[in-house]
């Protein structure tokens, strides 16, 4: 429960939209600096000459333009689960309503939010994020963990270690 609490926090923290720190808050400082992610300073800062795949590619895929990032803004606007980020954090786990405290179920019928919910916001965010973050500097993130196994593979080390441990008490 307590994992789930941090995750309601901090994605509605990141998805406010007055948030100070969160997605549309740096989409604003991008709206006003777009110059800051023009062709021309991508070039000059990564030494690019003009013939270069990276700058053909952003010259094919546009600039960043303030039309541009009120698309990203109303994108992320449509998530469904953003109500419901809200209610859950300002009626449960931030702060507990009368009507939550010994119904904790009906959060569920009130502000439902399906793993498909943070699926899609999660999408949303990184093709965000990797759009001006290649804009910036040309560099893009993976979003899927490298190693997906290795907890997999931890946890059969310990369970195999445990079993040795046991035995060698049992002898």
Same mark, same amino acid.
């Given at each position: 429960? =307590?994992?789930?609490?941090?995750? &309601?926090?901090?994605?509605?923290?990141? *998805?406010?939209?007055?948030?100070?720190?969160?997605?549309?808050?740096?989409?604003?400082?991008?709206?006003?600096?777009?110059? !800051?992610?023009?062709?021309?300073?991508?070039?000059?800062? +990564?030494?690019?000459?003009?013939? #270069?795949?990276? &700058?053909?590619? +952003?010259?094919?895929?546009?600039?960043?333009?303030? %039309?541009?990032?009120?698309?990203? +803004?109303? +994108? *992320?606007?449509?998530?469904?689960?953003?109500?419901?980020?809200?209610? %859950?954090?300002?009626?449960? #786990?931030? #702060?507990?309503?009368?009507?939550?405290?010994?119904?904790?179920?009906?959060?569920?019928?009130?502000?439902?939010?399906?793993? %498909?919910?943070?699926?899609?916001?999660?999408?949303?965010?990184? $093709? &965000?994020?990797?759009?001006? =973050?290649?804009?910036?500097? =040309?560099? =893009?993130?993976?979003? $899927?963990?490298?190693? !997906?196994?290795? *907890?997999?593979?931890?946890?059969?080390?310990?369970?195999?270690?445990?079993?040795?441990?046991?035995?060698?008490?049992?002898?």
């Amino acid at each position: 429960m =307590s994992v789930f609490t941090a995750i &309601i926090l901090w994605a509605d923290k990141l *998805l406010d939209e007055k948030g100070q720190r969160g997605i549309f808050d740096f989409l604003k400082f991008v709206e006003t600096n777009t110059h !800051i992610l023009s062709i021309e300073m991508l070039k000059c800062r +990564r030494n690019f000459p003009d013939n #270069h795949w990276v &700058i053909k590619g +952003r010259r094919k895929a546009g600039e960043i333009t303030a %039309r541009r990032v009120a698309k990203d +803004r109303e +994108r *992320l606007k449509s998530l469904g689960c953003l109500k419901s980020l809200k209610t %859950r954090r300002n009626r449960y #786990h931030a #702060h507990f309503d009368k009507k939550y405290f010994f119904e904790p179920e009906r959060l569920a019928s009130d502000a439902p939010i399906a793993l %498909r919910d943070f699926r899609k916001a999660v999408k949303a965010l990184w $093709t &965000i994020v990797n759009k001006y =973050s290649a804009a910036y500097d =040309s560099k =893009s993130y993976e979003s $899927t963990a490298a190693n !997906i196994t290795d *907890l997999d593979h931890i946890l059969r080390t310990l369970r195999e270690h445990h079993k040795l441990q046991m035995k060698q008490y049992a002898d």
